[in-house]
């Protein structure tokens, strides 16, 4: 007699996901002139890490890079409205019409590049041999060329979007607009060649001003004359000029953040959170890009 034993490997929270699978459906056609600001977000956002989460919802797509604050990892949080960058949006899911996945940034990119110069590039959740997939179908008139690329995805269960939380952190002593990040950047560039860590100092007067040091050199840059916004959801800045703050960061992450000069923002706020964290909101339109770079304490 021969007895043969099966033994089902698969976790509960892979058996959930699969479930959940088998109910989702998204698809939606990107708009033709705006190919190009969507692979710009992902560019930018790619610069932090090579993977991310996709959040969709029925009005919104959500990018979000996780990393714990406190042991000096960056979170950044990015979303826009479904309707800038898709036409034909459709989706469905048991979690309130919400699907979140893991993606490799770079085969995301890969598959936007191609669909740059197209006439028509449409996207939709989609599986081969049971695997998850983010398709996309690309039509090149000019050519006479269509093309399909599916990038892998890693599916996420209600429970598990649940725990993606954006951080929750005091209002900030000084809040205040930042100069031209473009221009900035050339700045930084030259500081990194001096030193690993970058202070910021910044009062409510429109002082911001950055410095890297080392016992030999000292590099410092100030602007003056920046505005205080307000952020929507926030407390009003405190109109008092007396009041400054000033906080120390790795100069490598934020000379990432740098790069999201790349999606236009029409205006890049600064927010300090003494002895925490350095908030940075880009904001363009309908889209937002929020950095959260931990601050470093140095004996």
């Known amino acids: 007699f021969f007895f043969f034993f099966f033994f089902n490997t698969t976790t509960k929270t892979q058996q959930n996901t699969y479930k959940q699978f088998l109910t989702m ?44 604050i406190t042991e000096g990892g960056v979170q950044v949080w990015s979303g826009v409205n479904s309707n800038t960058l898709f036409e034909d949006y459709s989706i469905e899911s048991l979690n309130n019409n919400e699907i ?9 990119q ?6 740059e110069k197209a006439n028509d590039v449409s996207i939709k959740l989609t599986k081969k041999l049971g695997m998850p997939y983010l398709s996309f179908s690309i039509e090149q008139a000019i050519q006479q060329i269509s093309i399909i690329q599916d990038v892998p995805i890693t599916l996420l269960t209600t429970q598990q979007i649940s ?17 031209p990040l473009k221009l900035l950047r050339h700045v930084i560039d030259k500081m990194k060649n001096v030193g690993q ?29 920046l505005d205080h916004p307000q952020i929507e959801g926030r407390s009003p800045p405190r109109e008092n000029p007396d009041i400054s703050t000033e906080i120390k960061v790795d100069l490598k992450l934020f000379a990432k953040f740098l790069f999201s000069y790349q999606v236009t923002p029409t205006n890049v706020i600064c927010c300090i959170v003494e002895d925490k964290a350095m908030v940075l909101h880009v904001l363009l339109d309908d889209l937002y890009l929020t950095y959260y770079i931990p601050a470093i304490s140095i004996s």
Request: net charge neutral; hydrophobic share 40%.
């Open 110 to 115: 890969r598959s936007l590049k191609s669909g």
């Open 25 to 68: 459906r998204f698809k939606a056609r990107i708009l033709q002139d705006k190919v190009s600001l969507f692979l710009k977000i992902v560019t930018t956002i790619q610069k932090m890490s090579p993977n991310c989460v996709l959040h969709l919802t029925e009005r919104k797509l959500q990018f979000i890079e996780l990393a714990e």
């Open 163 to 179: 725990n993606y939380i954006e951080p929750h952190l005091p209002d900030p002593e000084v809040q205040i607009m930042m100069p």
């Open 197 to 225: 860590y970058l202070s910021v100092y910044a009062n409510m007067a429109g002082e911001l001003k950055f410095k890297v040091e080392t016992d030999m050199v000292t590099m410092q840059t100030t602007y003056d004359r």
């Open 100 to 108: 979140a996945f893991e993606i490799r940034l770079d085969q995301l």
